[in-house]
């Protein structure tokens, strides 16, 4: 294997249309061991991103000490990206790993034992229900944790204290994803297959920076590209990515421009008559409110909304028409902007209008963040509730009363779920009480980072945080339970293209850390959550009882696990749901009969309105759906809320870099992956580099109307007119040691920063899409200063998206 | 013929509504979704006003007498405080909106009675947004009403 930091997708196995993807095992082990040395390899897939790659784990004396791909793995043939390889084992092996539970005592996180920790909990817990009731509680939890741990936080929720107010960071990276599939299908429910790849003849990357994001799948792309019968690509970004580079159309829109260059490709589509009226009358509702909707966006209209070329539009609106076989995936740069849910829609809008849909080469990937991201999704830790039930269907919510055995009224389904930044809000106003964080740290993560600061350090509120590092959020909290990582828990989870794995434990957890499950089982239990016969509510033994108790939620329902288990799940590869005794080996591909979930008595969502999420409601839902047929959701474009003005005049965007994941808790950790990219940096076109005073590698401030960054810039490829910071970057390990930003164990402190200011968060804005409700975090107006020389160039990674300008040169 | 009062009627209150969503939405900054959407449903009984324009044009708004009947409904000129203030000041935009609905309603069987196309064109218009206005308030006023009446303090 070639060193995997600077050779990131690793050598070519070209392979054609139609052709099987050749295996190739990418392996890592601690220096100085050989395969011989280890005592025994454990089943898993990797978490480092939404990919879901399968994997084993090395282990020697009690101890992780390597990973290899699994070739006969359907999701990566035995690949592993750069951070499976360099920081999945070394970011959880570092001596900064909590080992034993803290409590805050005078202002100050010391070590406790379990007992005290959880006691103190359950005190506030229980006081805070007889004095406030259930809606004083929230719950926040991650993309990362298995399934089991998702369906069990979701039942002591739902059916034990009875909120409304759960949620996940899935908000911030997939909640897009599910909206727009239930707004377009009726339920949720990736319709592609990875293998999609292997067939099709073009590619259509939305806001997708594959070659970053899920780095084995483009391995996956690029050995269709270097192989004979290549895919066309087309690319819509306003970065020149490795994905752009790559393309024969590169569209690279203005941040917050996406709708109205959807528009325009779907004006085309109907002008050109590239569009199957058959399938349209067969299987689609509403196609004439989508044709009145996108008439007035020509492709001169779009070029001069979205900066491109009104040639390229047509282009690529061609390439759409004509191909036979599309393969479209989207991500970050279409959920996080303006009009996500809007955008997304006309993405499934595309593939409805042209059929193309349900069978190889053929498909839609709304792509997820994170690797456990859907199984958030499916188990109503995120506020759906479970199976993908429609919480304004009073059936549903009895289905789930009968299967926990508890009163229908405990489950919260008067109102939509509470999206994450209202959750914040209440804890803001001080109705929410108690706040529970598992696995994720929103005091990087969430925007406009001083008021989340805020928030988490308030008097008012009782913070628990669970995680396996000290993040910048655990500072602040007044309990810290440690956790199991990746590894060290068995559990299942789903990756974007519906593939279940499972992921066994390897080895012990260090110290008194515990899996996340078994705090949640340890919380049910002392808070002795009951059903209506008296019997424990959450009695699992452990998350094989767990992932059984959710087949039988799931049965029936589009992410039926009922043909899956764990004997089932051990070697070979990861199977894709739905999977049943009628269909034992799993499904491939949804929607093959152009059939969709949208049956009031079967959908998961009555829809709502695009522009500003007004619910549609049983009666209206009722009255005019065409039960199985998809429909055609539009909404006209208008300028996103925020800008760039004569105080603000550039726009700003964050997103990810390669070598890290989310908020650096483990990729931060690994020598490899952070030597990397070691510290945050702006991206700033020639032009704008150049009007700004600024050379490579000078330290600038970049304000926005909420707050500031200092870092290096780099200058690169991105469009005129628009700055790009990395998201990873916090504060725990920055220069002054790690006590300014993010908080300090003290709690308190000020509420700004002490400098040097690094998370990108700062700066964006408090704002979500009227839908989804995931927050806007690609679009902002900024303005940047020169303040003083750096000493060299900027540490960006040269390698990616983030090399210095090239003048147009490849 | 007095559908030129209700027309007058009609342009008055889209003029009272607008203004009523501008001033929740500013007062209500630390609510994200209330201060972006109120802006936006705000911008459409500024379109109601554009599309009415050729219509007052033919009838004409003002007619002798029209005051003593006009039934006008106030607007909502400062938000509320404390923490029922954010469901009350939406409630008051809903009893608003609810007033314009019935209006279009009425001039929209008037315009039919004229058979008026023109004017039955922008009542289709209007009274879908005015129902679409009416689904957010509810939305978001089912929203916040079991925090705000349980939990809040």
Not at chain 1, 116 to 130: H, N
Not at chain 1, 197 to 222: K, P
Not at chain 1, 312 to 320: T, W
Not at chain 1, 507 to 526: I, K, M, Q
Request: charged content about 25%; proline content about 6%; overall charge negative.
């Amino acid at each position: 294997m070639t060193d995997r930091i600077s050779d990131i997708w690793g050598e070519r196995t070209a392979y054609g249309a139609g052709q099987a993807w050749p295996e190739r095992v990418d392996q890592v082990l601690a220096e100085g061991l050989a395969a011989d040395d280890v005592d025994r390899w454990v089943q898993s897939a990797c978490v480092l991103c939404s990919n879901g790659c399968g994997c084993s784990i090395a282990v020697k004396d009690g101890r992780m000490v390597g990973i290899r791909g699994r070739k006969e793995d359907r999701v990566n043939h035995g690949r592993l990206g750069p951070k499976g390889l360099y920081g999945s084992w070394q970011g959880e092996a570092h001596k900064d790993r909590l080992t034993r539970p803290l409590i805050r005592v005078d202002g100050q996180l010391v070590e406790t034992d379990w007992d005290t920790a959880m006691g103190r909990i359950v005190d506030r817990s229980r006081e805070l229900l007889a004095s406030k009731g259930p809606l004083s509680h929230g719950f926040y939890t991650s993309g990362q944790l298995f399934l089991e741990e998702y369906y069990a936080l979701g039942i002591l929720g739902k059916a034990g204290i009875g909120t409304p107010h759960m949620d996940g960071n899935t908000r911030l990276c997939t909640a897009t994803a599910a909206a727009a599939l239930k707004e377009s299908f009726g339920a949720d429910g990736q319709p592609g297959s990875y293998t999609d790849i292997d067939e099709c003849s073009a590619i259509f990357l939305y806001g997708h920076n594959m070659a970053e994001t899920q780095t084995v799948l483009w391995s996956r792309v690029l050995d269709r590209l270097d192989g004979p019968n290549p895919p066309r690509l087309v690319c819509v970004d306003p970065r020149d990515t490795e994905v752009a580079r790559r393309a024969e159309v590169h569209l690279p829109v203005h941040p917050g421009t996406n709708l109205a260059l959807m528009n325009g490709l779907i004006r085309e589509l109907f002008t050109h008559g590239w569009i199957d009226e058959d399938y349209i009358a067969r299987h689609t509702a509403n196609v004439e409110q989508l044709r009145s909707v996108v008439d007035p966006w020509t492709p001169e209209r779009v070029a001069e909304t979205c900066g491109v070329e009104a040639a390229d539009v047509r282009r690529a609106a061609e390439i759409f028409g004509t191909e036979n076989k599309i393969l479209s995936t989207v991500l970050q740069g279409f959920y996080q902007s303006a009009h996500a849910t809007a955008s997304a829609c006309q993405v499934n809008n595309l593939h409805l209008l042209r059929g193309m849909l349900g069978s190889p080469g053929r498909g839609i990937l709304q792509m997820n963040g994170q690797p456990t991201a859907q199984n958030n999704r499916e188990c109503g830790a995120d506020g759906d509730l479970p199976a993908f039930r429609n919480w304004e269907n009073p059936e549903h919510v009895q289905d789930l009363a009968r299967l926990w055995n508890v009163d229908p009224a405990i489950i919260p389904h008067w109102a939509p779920p509470t999206h994450a930044l209202q959750i914040f809000r209440y804890a803001e106003q001080g109705s929410i009480g108690l706040l529970w964080i598992s696995a994720t740290n929103p005091a990087v993560s969430m925007p406009q980072l001083s008021r989340i600061r805020d928030i988490l350090r308030q008097d008012s509120l009782f913070l628990v945080v669970q995680d396996i590092y000290l993040s910048e959020t655990a500072q602040c909290a007044d309990v810290v339970l440690p956790c199991a990582a990746w590894g060290e828990k068995t559990g299942t989870f789903t990756n974007a293209d519906r593939t279940v794995h499972l992921s066994e434990k390897a080895v012990d957890p260090p110290g008194e850390a515990r899996s996340d499950l078994d705090v949640f089982l340890d919380y049910a239990r002392r808070m002795d959550f009951r059903d209506k016969d008296g019997r424990p509510l959450l009695a699992w033994k452990g998350p094989e009882d767990g992932f059984e108790a959710w087949k039988e939620c799931s049965r029936g329902r589009p992410c039926d696990y009922t043909g899956l288990s764990y004997a089932k799940l051990r070697g070979g590869s990861g199977i894709q749901w739905p999977c049943t005794d009628e269909r034992p080996d799993g499904t491939e591909r949804l929607y093959t009969d152009g059939e969709f979930p949208t049956d009031p008595h079967y959908c998961e969502s009555y829809g709502h309105d695009l522009l500003t999420g007004a619910t549609t409601g049983e009666t209206v839902y009722k009255a005019t759906v065409q039960p199985g047929k998809a429909w055609f959701k539009a909404l006209d474009y208008s300028p996103p809320h925020e800008e760039p003005d004569a105080d603000y005049p550039l726009r700003y965007t964050t997103g990810r870099t390669v070598y890290h994941f989310h908020t650096r808790t483990k990729t931060g950790r690994s020598r490899r992956l952070n030597d990397a990219a070691p510290e945050p940096w702006i991206e700033m076109s020639v032009e704008d580099a150049a009007r700004a005073g600024c050379r490579e590698g000078d330290i600038v401030r970049v304000t926005s109307r909420r707050g500031r960054l200092e870092v290096p810039v780099r200058v690169g490829d991105i469009r005129p007119g628009t700055v790009f910071a990395p998201f990873h970057y916090g504060y725990w390990d920055a220069p002054d040691g790690g006590t300014a930003g993010g908080g300090s164990t003290s709690g308190g402190g000020a509420a700004s920063p002490a400098r040097p200011v690094r998370a990108a968060n700062e700066l964006t804005i408090t704002e979500w899409d009227p839908v989804s409700k995931q927050p806007v975090f690609k679009n902002a107006a900024v303005r940047v200063e020169r303040l003083r020389a750096g000493d060299g160039p900027s540490k960006a990674p040269a390698t990616t998206a983030s090399r210095p300008a090239t003048g147009g040169q490849p | 013929m007095k559908l030129p009062v209700y027309i007058g009627l009609l342009d008055e209150a889209e003029a009272t509504l607008a203004a009523s969503f501008r001033v929740v939405a500013e007062g209500h900054g630390d609510e994200p979704d209330v201060h972006f959407i109120l802006q936006t449903l705000a911008r459409m009984c500024d379109a109601h006003r554009e599309a009415l324009k050729p219509v007052i044009d033919r009838y004409g708004e003002d007619v002798e007498g029209e005051e003593e009947h006009r039934l006008t409904a106030n607007g909502v000129t400062e938000v509320r405080s404390g923490p029922l203030a954010l469901m009350l000041d939406l409630q008051d935009l809903y009893v608003l909106v609810h007033h314009i609905d019935v209006t279009w309603m009425m001039v929209g069987q008037a315009a039919q009675g004229d058979r008026d196309k023109e004017l039955q064109r922008v009542v289709k218009q209007c009274e879908g947004d005015s129902e679409l206005q009416i689904r957010w308030l509810k939305t978001r006023m089912k929203q916040a009403a079991p925090q705000a009446l349980l939990v809040a303090e």
